[in-house]
């Protein structure tokens, strides 16, 4: 079991180029891959794409590459006039949209990465091996990351699954005692009225076995057992399970919400409450898994 955030980076280095990537995710229905490349390597954002998709299925991931010139190489190379041309006009950009802009180093290293320096990168093909090696440590410590979340998420799930079982064994112990405790009340009713009737009256029996009849939640603690202990196995699969987790979600809820309707209780009310209140939690947790 995944998390679908995480972090990873990656470097790798010859006597011509230091490249350092950067892999990062956030939530997302589908998988969503965004590269950030050279100019001069665009050809390789496939390639990079389908290693993505080799470690996750879902989540939107977005992988930073940046290159830097090796120790043989010179150094950074750029044109002081167009650096400073180009942060101007992002200082202006920024002022006329309402924005601040703080440039620093992290930024001018950019815009000069970004600019067309005249510092000649190798071909793609040629430095597409080293990439892939930058790209391999980065997505190792990504998926590690995403590894490490999903377990503290499972942990988490497990516990509050534990609590709505516990729920499940209180909504049977309340709902035993809705039809006994109707009949009492409705005697009580018609002797306050002064009818004589009995509770052996046919009447009086036949409003209570409607009564019974609408009131058994027997069918919905069943079914509702059934989904938590399915959503409890889902947990044990591979694979992206983000999505049936979410739809058992639903199938919980939706339990919950009949058997309060129908066996209308305070008891069960309060519980049926607790119930939902850390269904949701379980929604929003689940919303996080790959």
């Not at 290693?51 to 150094?75: D, E, F, N, T």
């Not at 992206?240 to 058992?248: E, N, Y």
Request: glycine letters at 6%; a negative charge.
């Amino acid at each position: 079991m995944q998390s679908m955030t995480g972090f990873g980076r990656g470097e790798a280095r010859n006597e011509h180029v230091e490249i350092t990537v950067e892999v990062s995710s956030v939530n997302r229905k589908s998988l969503e891959v965004g590269v950030s490349l050279p100019r001069d390597w665009q050809s390789l954002e496939r390639d990079i794409t389908e290693a993505v998709r080799g470690c996750a299925l879902r989540g939107k991931v977005s992988v930073y590459v940046q290159v830097r010139k090796g120790a043989q190489g010179g150094g950074l190379d750029w044109d002081d006039e167009k650096v400073l041309s180009t942060v101007r006009r992002l200082e202006t950009f920024a002022h006329d949209h309402g924005m601040t802009i703080a440039p620093d180093g992290d930024l001018l290293l950019r815009v000069i990465n970004s600019l067309d320096t005249g510092s000649e990168l190798p071909e793609a093909d040629a430095a597409k091996p080293l990439l892939m090696q930058a790209v391999g440590a980065a997505l190792e410590g990504f998926a590690a990351m995403r590894t490490s979340e999903g377990e503290a998420l499972k942990k988490d799930l497990l516990e509050r699954l534990a609590f709505l079982e516990d729920q499940v064994v209180n909504m049977r112990a309340v709902a035993e005692e809705v039809v006994p405790t109707y009949r009492e009340q409705l005697f009580a009713r018609l002797q306050k009225a002064g009818l004589e009737l009995e509770l052996e009256d046919e009447r009086v029996l036949k409003e209570i076995c409607l009564f019974a009849d609408r009131a058994d939640i027997s069918e919905e603690l069943t079914r509702l057992s059934s989904h938590i202990e399915q959503f409890r196995a889902t947990l044990e699969e591979e694979g992206a399970i983000g999505r049936k987790m979410d739809f058992l979600c639903q199938e919980i809820h939706r339990e919950v919400n009949t058997s309060g309707s129908k066996a209308n209780q305070i008891e069960l009310t309060r519980i049926v409450i607790d119930c939902k209140n850390e269904l949701e939690r379980i929604r929003e947790q689940a919303q996080n898994v790959e």
